[in-house]
C-alpha cells in the first residue's frame, strides 16, 4: 500500500481484482496480455513483453 499513490488508491483493489479475472487467471494466466509482464516475478509466466498500454475512452 505504501508504494500506491494516494490519486490511485481508491480503485487500485479493484485493479487487482479484475487483474486477477481477466489476465492473471489461476489456471491459465494469460501473461502475452499482461501489462507488467516485464515486472512479475512468477515462476509460472509465459511471457517477458509487457502488452501494450491502451487508451481509455474518457469516462463520463
Ligand atoms: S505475467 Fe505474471 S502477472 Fe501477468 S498474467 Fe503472467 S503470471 Fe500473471
Do not use: N
Not at 1 to 17: D, G, N, S, T, V
Not at 29 to 50: F, N, Q, Y
Amino acid at each position: 500500500m505504501k508504494i500506491i499513490p494516494a490519486e490511485f488508491m481508491r480503485h487500485a483493489h479493484h485493479w487487482l481484482i479484475l487483474h486477477g479475472r481477466y489476465v492473471c487467471k489461476a489456471r491459465k494466466p494469460d501473461c502475452p496480455a499482461c501489462v507488467i509482464a516485464d515486472i512479475c516475478k512468477s515462476a509460472e509466466k509465459t511471457s517477458e513483453m509487457p502488452a501494450p498500454l491502451m487508451e481509455l475512452a474518457p469516462q463520463a
